[in-house]
Structures are given as structure tokens and as C-alpha cells.
């Protein structure tokens, strides 16, 4: 029930290509679902995050979609790019924690 | 954004002996902070949570005894690795949030130790 299952392990996108990367979660106690983008050597940074209240959230190039229903959330990369390349987390946590439940990851490569 | 920064960057240290890591929010204040533990190409795996002034609370199936962390103050939470053996290698990662709940958390850069 804690789990958060991220999908595909790996994609590979041409420059310019919209990446696609899909979370599904089982509590139905998650209430913040941030993406977070590591590249190799650091630590995550976040992206972009979305409640359940709404279906959608767009900032730049990054969209979440959100289906509560489904329980499942996936972030999209428009117009990707080379600097794109990183390893993309999706996570989720409760209402009043900080604790976060990531996914398994997502490894992003971007050829021009 | 808020910045958490961690110290060392990396750490290479023998077999039995103790490794501090540090984690410092520079620019806000933090009652609890997490310490994640990352193998290579795998997912954040967290192991407890810091909190400030209290006994940090562990994760299942993470030692205690050897993983001690330590919140003395709102700005520095410190994890020491005690009797480090090979299999301890890893990468150390630390997060806080400014606002509490749930909100965005901010990452240190990460602490790459191996243990020879």
C-alpha cells in the first residue's frame, strides 16, 4: 500500500520528442505527488508537484497529469532536450508528513 | 528555493572505523529532516526521520545502533556511520522542508561513501 510503481525504467526520446513517465499508487492517503529530476552525483531536485484536486498542472515545458481514479499521475516533457537526460523520480506522501514514498525511477536519455 | 547542504560531498574511509555526515538548512529551519540511502540506479530508500531535539525514528530493517543520527539543532541534523563495512558504501542524501506538512522538500547534494 506504500508503494509507488513508476514506469518505464528506461526511455529513450529524440530531441524535441515528448517524454512520457507513469506512476500508479495503491493508499488513497497520498495527498502530494512531486517529480523530482536527479542527474548523476546530486541529489533530487523537484520539478513539479500536484494535489489531487486537481487533473492537470503545467509549468514551462513540464506537465502532471492526475487521475484520481485511477490512482495514477505521469509527467510529460515537451520539446525534450539533451539537458533533459537525468533519472526522473516520481513520489508521493500523506496528508501532515513530510514523509515521502519515492518511485522506482525512470532513466531519460535525450539524443539530438 | 530553500538549500539544504550536506558535508562531505564524498567519503572514502577503512573498514571498522566511524564516518560523520552533515546536513545543514542554510536558510530556513527544519524540526525534522530525512536521510535517504541511494544505491546505484536504484531508487531513494528512506531510512529515518530526524527530529529536532527527539530520538530519530528508523525505518524498518535500518540499524539503529549502526546509523546514528543525531538533530541537535533546527539547522543540523548528522548521521554517523558506525563500524563502516564495505557493504555500508553507498550514496547518503538528506532532506528538510521549510513549511513542514506536506510540501516541498529540499535535497542536499548527496554524500558518496565508500568504505574500503
Known amino acids: 500500500q506504500q508503494q509507488v510503481k513508476q514506469s518505464p525504467q528506461s526511455l529513450i526520446v529524440q530531441k524535441g520528442g515528448i517524454s512520457i513517465i507513469n506512476c500508479a499508487y495503491e493508499?488513497?492517503?497520498?495527498?502530494?505527488f512531486p517529480w523530482y529530476q536527479q542527474f548523476p552525483g546530486k541529489g533530487p531536485a523537484l520539478l513539479i508537484a500536484?494535489?489531487?484536486?486537481?487533473s492537470e498542472k503545467k509549468e514551462g515545458r513540464f506537465t502532471i497529469s492526475f487521475n484520481k481514479s485511477a490512482k495514477q499521475f505521469s509527467l510529460h516533457i515537451m520539446d525534450s532536450q539533451p539537458g533533459d537526460s537525468a533519472t526522473y523520480f516520481c513520489?508521493?506522501?500523506?496528508?501532515?508528513?513530510?514523509?515521502?514514498?519515492f518511485g522506482t525511477g525512470t532513466r531519460l536519455q535525450v539524443f539530438p | 528555493g530553500a538549500v539544504v547542504s550536506q558535508h562531505p560531498s564524498w567519503v572514502i574511509c577503512k573498514s571498522g572505523t566511524s564516518v560523520k555526515i552533515e546536513c545543514r538548512s542554510l536558510?530556513?529551519?527544519?524540526?525534522?529532516m530525512f536521510w535517504y540511502r541511494q544505491f546505484p540506479k536504484q531508487s531513494l530508500m528512506l531510512m529515518a526521520t530526524?527530529?529536532?531535539?527527539?530520538?530519530?525514528?528508523?525505518e524498518q530493517g535500518v540499524e539503529k545502533d549502526k546509523f546514528l543520527i543525531n538533530h541537535a539543532s533546527l539547522t543540523l541534523s548528522t548521521l554517523t556511520v558506525t563500524s563502516a563495512h564495505p557493504e555500508d558504501s553507498s550514496f547518503y542524501i538528506c532532506?528538510?522542508?521549510?513549511?513542514?506538512?506536506?510540501?516541498?522538500?529540499?535535497f542536499g547534494q548527496g554524500t558518496r561513501l565508500t568504505v574500503v
Open positions: 513520489a508521493a506522501s500523506m496528508v501532515n508528513t513530510d514523509k515521502l514514498i
Open positions: 493508499n488513497t492517503a497520498f495527498d502530494y
Open positions: 500536484i494535489r489531487p484536486d486537481v
Open positions: 536558510d530556513f529551519q527544519a524540526t525534522t
Open positions: 530526524s527530529n529536532e531535539g527527539s530520538k530519530a525514528t528508523y
Open positions: 532532506s528538510g522542508s521549510p513549511f513542514g506538512g506536506d510540501t516541498e522538500a529540499f
